[in-house]
Structures are given as structure tokens and as C-alpha cells.
């Protein structure tokens, strides 16, 4: 069973920017394929940004260049810097789990097994 809890969320500016971070615990021995979801209320859950097992990352045309996933395993945490934020970009922010991939899916968040309770982004302009 895997766990995942996201902090970091808030309120900011146009322009601004934000580390989102979420811990995962897990069976230690095993790595996991991780991947940021948003949901605007009356929006379909969109995929952000995803780490696969062996690093490989997958970002959503809408934040590329702006969003950068890491992870690191030492502290069990993924992060989600978060820079030039536009008000499109607020959202519930959630961070999921898988047991493994090699590029992430973004589209199929059933594809995901495991998921925090979420934190919230609001980009005010």
C-alpha cells in the first residue's frame, strides 16, 4: 500500500511561482512512477507533469518550460516547481502513484493506483 500526501499549495500572483511536494511511502525496495494531476472545478482531472522509474519525464503542453518534476528518494518526496503561474494554472493538484512506467501517461488517470487527498493552487491576476 502506498501512501502519498501533497503540501505546498497556496495563493499567488500571476507571475509568481510555488514548490508543490508530495510524500510517498511504500514498500522501500521498489521505485514508483509518479505523476502531478490538476482539477479546476467543472474540468476533467488534467495530467501535469510525470517521472517515470528510470527518471524519464512527461510534461502537459500547458506548462512545459514553466513546471519542473524531481523527486528525491532519499526523502521520499516528488516535488512540482511551479514558475510564471497563469491564472488557468489554479487547480487542486494531486499527486499519484503507479507501480511502474517508463514515460508517464498524462491522459489516463486510471492508469494511477495510488493518490493523495490533494492541495489547492489559486493564481489570482
Known amino acids: 500500500q502506498v501512501q502519498l500526501l501533497e503540501s505546498g499549495g497556496g495563493s499567488v500572483q500571476a507571475g509568481g511561482s510555488l514548490r508543490l511536494s508530495c510524500v510517498f511511502s511504500?514498500?522501500?525496495?521498489?521505485?514508483?512512477?509518479l505523476v502531478w494531476f490538476r482539477q479546476a472545478p467543472e474540468t476533467e482531472r488534467e495530467g501535469v507533469a510525470g517521472l517515470g522509474n528510470d527518471g524519464r519525464t512527461n510534461y502537459a503542453d500547458s506548462v512545459r518550460g514553466r513546471f519542473t518534476i524531481s523527486r528525491n528518494d532519499a526523502k521520499n518526496t516528488l516535488y512540482l516547481e511551479m514558475n510564471s503561474l497563469k491564472a488557468e494554472d489554479t487547480a487542486m493538484y494531486y499527486c499519484?502513484?503507479?507501480?511502474?512506467?517508463?514515460?508517464?501517461?498524462?491522459?489516463?488517470?486510471?492508469?494511477?493506483?495510488?493518490w493523495g487527498p490533494g492541495t489547492q493552487v489559486t493564481v489570482s491576476t
Open positions: 499519484a502513484a503507479a507501480g511502474w512506467c517508463r514515460t508517464p501517461p498524462l491522459s489516463q488517470a486510471n492508469a494511477y493506483d495510488w
Open positions: 511504500g514498500p522501500v525496495d521498489r521505485t514508483y512512477c
